[in-house]
């Protein structure tokens, strides 16, 4: 009996430490995001299909909110539809203003915030992985 018991204990602890560990989160305030299109990769370039999926996100944050330093899953080309967003990566802040557009590699830790009045609306058009649910933002690394 008292070697059952040594065994589970181990196992319990196991458990403990991995249902106590969640995964990071970026920080947000104020962001809201919805899948508005998404559809896998066919067709010419065969190396995608199956594999990826292209889709269109937007994303509004409320005056005064962000997006704390994150980084995505894929690359993609954005859309401020309407607003001023400023966009932080290191040292190099930039302000896109409605209806500028940007690239993102998805491989660089930047922030976003909305420092102004109204609220800011941007469409993600992104490439990631088939598997990938939900958002497409991660911590840093």
Known sequence: MKARI???????????????????????????????????ASGYLTEL??????RAV?????????IGNHH????GIRLVKSGQLTYVAGDKTIVYKAGGYFYESGDVTH???NKGKAPV???????????LKGGSIMPPK
């Open 6 to 40: 040594l065994a589970v204990v181990p196992a319990m602890f196991c458990l403990t430490v991995a249902f106590a560990q969640q995964p990071a989160k970026v920080e947000t305030k104020g962001v809201e995001s919805k899948i508005k299109s998404e559809q896998t």
């Open 49 to 54: 299909n199956g594999k990826y999926k292209l």
């Open 58 to 66: 937007e994303t509004t944050i409320q005056p005064g909110g962000h």
């Open 72 to 75: 995505h899953a894929g690359p």
């Open 111 to 113: 922030e976003a915030f």
């Open 121 to 131: 609306t941007i469409v993600n058009f992104e490439i990631v992985p088939v598997s």
